[in-house]
């Protein structure tokens, strides 16, 4: 769905043509996509191997596998030691990290020239042969490492909440339902052997890209990863489901009790996966009606007005849907007198599309924004990865720029007339003392 | 690496009408749910590649100029990407001992946006239209504005940022809307536990009067009105020393016409006054915050002042204690013993003094545990000393973290303002860099003496109190202030 070409109008325009990379692109024999894009703005060299995985592959009553098993994959593998995989990139200058997100999971390393070939051999040694390096000790520390890390989300304000509202929002059969990290329970309760399952059907090399970026020389670059990844037996690539989610029907009140500074209040649709052509304007919109001063309800609800004390909206779309979500908070007052005015505003831009000058703005800021998350190699591998990941092609970047150049005010209204209807949730969010204040009519709703 | 293959395991899966493993010999059931047996095929053994060891960075050198004002300017030019970075730093004039100065100095920052000429809407507005990503603020030591745009828009922006600096407008309203919005904040302060420690974390460092200590309470807030604000701001502006940092796709020559058009009267003469130094004396605090499942510990000991010569020594001392995942701190609590998600290690350097930090978050149950293990890091590297191979890999670590941090124009424009701040160019930092490839064991462990005693050591510890106080007596940990997230929340 992606527009693989510009569209003439936007030729020539300097941010597209920077955003314009043609990355060298090789299919190893076994099916591992390499992806090397020379930049020698820096001494730097970042990778980034992206996995067609995520917390979405697991499943009710065995959540949280896909990011525990993101932990393993730093504690050793056939001919790493435990330990090991941090030492060798420390002594090199390197750095590594990962993450899982609900669609894919990364494992980044970012160092000098000279430690890429450690890089490629160390990624291609626990994707050929994590299992026969990992030990029970190591699983049973990760588990605790894990549980700190959860504990740490039920801590934060700003985290928590978002398990209830994901937890409201989605089925409980569908994979958005659950936390990434996973349920307490789950986490301690996975054995070894599922882990070591879901390893051998998900890191495979047909399901992975090796994205290099930096200060390389790229016939070496490819011989290295050829050599090493190249070497990682094939497996059959994994089919990966799709899973429908229709959007709400009719309104949905929910509550989650919580000790809050102040509370907090989401309205919130499903919407469109990721790639669909209504993506890219409700980005947009959620841009133009709260993203930041002199946005509508910014100014109404917080600058001209202290109807709250924090306000702000965002879109998400993966690849087994979207969601709309706007958030407001308050300070020891009723959260339902809010909905009147977010709706109120709602309301306008169904009725009416916003102004040229409103998507101009928010256009020009996206623009930027976009070329700033690629000015670091580490940044631009991931950017390089997901692209591979979404859309199936490394140099999209342009092309889904485009995307959103091409976005006028009437898909805006268009936009919000279609997906953000009275299908949705209303969450509040606060302290049990203040019970009274959130929105009437509200069933309780607790994290998983 | 011979014998590897001959492992077996088994795996359960949870859903195998959706999660079809590959094909495997089935040997059981267990409730319903088949378990698979994997035969692992032999690993080859390989070698490792030796990695080339890595150089010092060289990091880039700024083209320099002065405007006709006195406001100095260092330009990296960055042609690659198509933006321009603009970051506006103007230090304080003399040091502020007063309250409300301090207070109004940090309101104005928040409230900076709107001006004389156009109201706070129509100038961000005009910054979206540029397809800027801008913002203002005052901080104990600066005011800065800094702004980027695509290439091509650096003129409009820099006007309007100008404009922002040299004629902002603070109204009545707004100003107590603001004010009214600290002073809540601060007030619930008590009841999130990580904000609790963080200033308890202030409190248990900084003494009553210095300006470092968090004591803005709602009664100095509700005092605050927009002629203090006016007042810090023009002072600020008419009396500090300024500094430009340009990072991106533009040159010197074609940067400094629109900088001395707008930025050109900017620098005042009046240099900036350092905070005093303080003793510190070691001590523990236990600050009472039940409800969460979780503790906060920190433990600070006195550091390297900006210009001691050990700083170099202290960064990788810190480096190896607790930075990366190799780390002491974070393979002992992180990796062999599951304490803890991470651990934080900070070396903090001010004028006249310093501080290094270590935080975590850990179970409240093993909060004990936690504590008992962290100290005796600091002493097995007291009575043990350190290892070769462990203070180079700290090195190359701070050397990969020092080219990283130039790497967007954004962290380019903020360690040129840095540097000034302390009257440094790159090419000290590049000095550092080369004192940092040259640290040896012998100064690590030298400086270790030097600043992780027992007797300097400050531990803060958040947590519900009927958990942890009996643990941590049980520990040998002797506290020696108990005090409430709440009043602690209301001291001043």
Sequence with gaps: ?448 | MSGLWSLGLTAALAAPEVNQPPPMEVVEHEEGVPVWKLGLTPAPEREAPTPTPPEVPRLPEPALATLSGGAEVALLHRPEIPLVRVEVSIAWPGLEQELRPRLAAALAGDLMGATRRRSAEAFASEMDLLGADWAVGMTRTRLWADVEVPAGSEEAAVALLAEALTAPRFRWLETRREARRWSEWRRDLWLDIRRSHDRAENHAWFPEDHPSRHTASPKDLKRLRARHLRRVARRVVREGQAFVAVAGATELEAMLPILEAHLGDLGGDVGRAAAPGFEVSGATWLVDRSGFDVAEISLMTPGPAWGDPDLAATQVLMGLLAGDFTSRVQTDLRETRGLTYGVGGAVQVWEHSGRLLIDLEVQEDRTAEAVAALEGQLDRLLAEGVEEDEVRRAKRALLLEAGQGVATNAQAAAALGGLWMHGEGVADLQGRLETIAGVTTEEVEAAAARWLGEGGRVRVITGDRDALEAALEEAGVAVDRVVTARALGEER
């Design chain 1, 1 to 448: 769905m992606l527009l693989t070409l510009l569209p003439l109008a936007l030729a020539g325009d300097p941010v597209l043509d920077a955003l314009h990379l043609e990355p060298r692109v090789e299919v190893l024999d076994n099916g591992l996509t390499l992806i090397l894009h020379e930049d020698h703005r820096a001494p730097v060299v970042a990778t980034s191997l992206v996995y067609k995985v995520g917390s979405a592959e697991d499943r009710p009553g065995r959540t949280g596998k896909a990011h525990l098993f993101e932990h393993l994959m730093f504690e050793g593998s056939a001919n790493v030691p435990a330990g090991a995989f941090d030492t060798w990139l420390a002594e090199a200058g390197a750095v590594n990290n990962a993450w899982t997100d609900l669609d894919w999971t990364a494992y980044t390393i970012q160092g000098p020239p000279g430690a890429l070939e450690l890089a490629l051999f160390l990624e291609s040694d626990r994707l050929g042969w994590l299992p026969h390096g990992l030990t029970d000790e190591a699983l049973e520390n990760q588990r605790g490492v894990v549980s700190n890390e959860r504990l740490g989300d039920e801590t934060d304000d700003n985290s928590w909440p978002i398990y209830a509202l994901e937890a409201a929002l989605w089925p409980e059969d569908h994979p958005y339902h659950w936390p990434i990290v996973g349920t307490m329970e789950d986490i301690n309760g996975v054995s070894r052997g599922e882990l070591m399952a879901f390893f051998s059907r998900w890191y495979v090399p047909g399901n992975a890209a090796m994205v290099v970026v930096g200060d390389f020389e790229t016939e070496a670059a490819l011989a290295a990863a050829r050599a090493y990844l190249g070497a990682v037996p094939e497996k059959p690539p994994p089919e990966r489901p799709l899973v429908e989610s229709p959007p709400l029907a009719g309104e949905h009140r929910r509550v989650f009790y919580e000790d809050m500074d102040d509370a907090q209040l989401y309205l919130a649709w499903r919407t469109v996966p990721e790639g669909h052509p209504d993506e890219a304007a409700l980005d947009l919109l959620s841009e133009l009606i709260a993203g930041g001063r002199g946005r509508p309800l910014d100014d109404k609800l917080y600058y001209r007005r202290a109807r709250t004390t924090g306000v702000g909206a965002w879109s998400w779309n993966g690849r087994l849907g979207g969601e709309f979500v706007i958030w407001a908070t308050r300070d020891s007052e009723p959260l339902e007198p809010l909905i009147k005015h977010i709706d109120r505003e709602l309301t306008r831009i169904r009725e009416a599309p916003p102004s040229q000058e409103e998507v101009d703005r928010v256009l020009a800021r996206w623009k930027t924004q976009t070329l700033q998350s690629l000015e670091d190699h580490a940044s631009l591998a991931d950017a390089l990865g997901l692209c591979w990941a979404r859309f199936d092609t490394p140099d999209c970047l342009d092309s889904d720029l485009a995307r959103y150049l091409a976005v006028t005010p009437e898909d805006v209204q268009r936009v919000a007339q279609t997906w953000l209807t009275d299908d949705r949730l209303i969450l509040s969010v606060l302290s049990f003392q203040e019970a009274a204040l959130a929105v009437p009519g509200s069933a309780p709703v607790v994290p998983p």
